[in-house]
């Protein structure tokens, strides 16, 4: 069984700052990808970030204001979300490829998704 559990979210006011966690557990073999997605209300789930092999992309309307960054020893992704604007109130959701124990391929794992709010 292989969960993940994120954390992090909340009210934040316009120009604020906000990190988000996502722990994976339980019977994991190894993890490549893992990253964040979000979706607004009304709109589709749009990727935010991603890591992978050191590897990292964004979306262009986070580039230079969010970081995702990722200890491996902890199984954990992190998004540091800076100059937060109103048109990132989203759900925010982790994902994660992860091949567990029991089986001899990667499978995609997602979070719960934490809200996001930015208003004043």
């Known amino acids: 069984q292989v969960q993940l559990v994120e954390s992090g979210g909340g009210l934040v006011q316009p120009g604020g700052s906000l990190k988000l966690s996502c722990a994976a557990s339980?019977?994991?073999?190894?993890?490549?990808?893992m990253g964040w997605y979000r979706q607004a209300p009304g709109k589709e789930r749009e990727l935010v970030a991603t890591t992978n092999s050191g590897i990292i992309n964004y979306a262009d309307s986070v580039k230079g204001r969010f970081t995702i960054s990722r200890d491996n020893a902890k199984n954990t992704v992190y998004l540091q979300m800076n100059s937060l604007k109103p048109e990132d109130t989203a759900v925010y959701y982790c994902?994660?490829?992860?091949?567990?124990?029991?089986?001899?391929?990667?499978?995609?794992?997602w979070g719960q998704g934490t809200q996001v709010i930015v208003s004043s």
């Open positions: 339980g019977n994991i073999f190894s993890i490549n990808a």
């Open positions: 994902y994660a490829n992860i091949r567990s124990t029991s089986l001899s391929y990667l499978v995609a794992y």
